[in-house]
């Protein structure tokens, strides 16, 4: 017997490829938090560097670069948080750090969109984050470049303008927690695999926007991510 969905499904979140013809299908969109120090200094917290923490967005809400999207509902102070982005390639579980490198099929500019006061109303209750968090719209990913074009990561700038004024200026390399570290972190507690995001975290700098506001995100040697704020619905 032949079972049919009771309603279609939504279709795949995917995102383009740098160079190539083909998409990259979006599985789980992991989140870091608090990865540069100078970031959790301007949010009134200090880096725990025990070990890095994480939090989920939908991949249903999921936005790609170029797309306007409606100011997110529910909120009076919506914030841009640019990031780099790990697109995973290869299933990883209990990986180790001078492996990890190896499961990264490539990388992009993202933005963690966040809902601030939500999130802060979450932390003064002792609640999950999620309202803050996880919406529609609320993680925008560039397409992807292919990590073999990507010699190294040293040195390189992350960088966001809104309307052409620059927001959030830092490097990559203050990071606290690097790519492979979390990657092989990540790896014990779930079975990564292909189609996996990871946004690193962001540097300080992150602010408000408004309906009209015009952002674009870029690291050295990516293809920048972009956005506009439409009008709340």
């Known amino acids: 017997m032949t079972s049919e969905y009771l309603f279609s499904p939504s279709p795949q979140a995917a995102l383009a490829i740098v160079g190539g013809q083909t998409l990259f299908p979006v599985a789980r969109i992991f989140c870091v938090g608090r990865n540069y120090v100078e970031h959790a200094k301007e949010m009134g917290n200090e880096v725990d560097r025990e070990a890095p923490f994480y939090f989920l967005k939908p991949t249903i809400g999921m936005a790609r670069s170029g797309d306007t999207v409606p100011y997110a509902p529910g909120t009076k102070d919506l914030h ?30 993202g933005l963690d969109m966040t809902r601030r006061d939500l999130q802060q109303e979450g932390k003064d209750k002792r609640r999950p984050w999620d309202f803050g968090k996880a919406f529609e719209n609320g993680a925008v990913v560039g397409p992807i ?28 390399d203050g990071l606290v927690w690097k790519v492979d570290e979390l990657i092989s972190h990540l790896s014990r507690y779930y079975h990564l695999m292909p189609g996996d995001l990871i946004f690193t975290g962001t540097p300080a700098g992150v602010g408000p926007v408004v309906a009209g506001d015009v952002l674009e995100g870029s690291i050295d040697g990516l293809e920048p991510v972009r956005l506009t704020i439409g009008p709340a619905e």
């Open 80 to 109: 841009h948080e640019m990031e780099l982005v790990l697109a995973i390639g290869s299933r990883a579980f209990r990986i180790s750090a001078d492996k990890a490198s190896s499961v990264i099929y490539g990388y992009a500019c």
């Open 145 to 172: 470049t292919p990590a073999s074009s990507v010699p190294t990561l040293e040195g390189r700038r992350i960088m966001l303008k809104v309307n052409g004024e620059i927001r959030q200026d830092a490097r990559l």
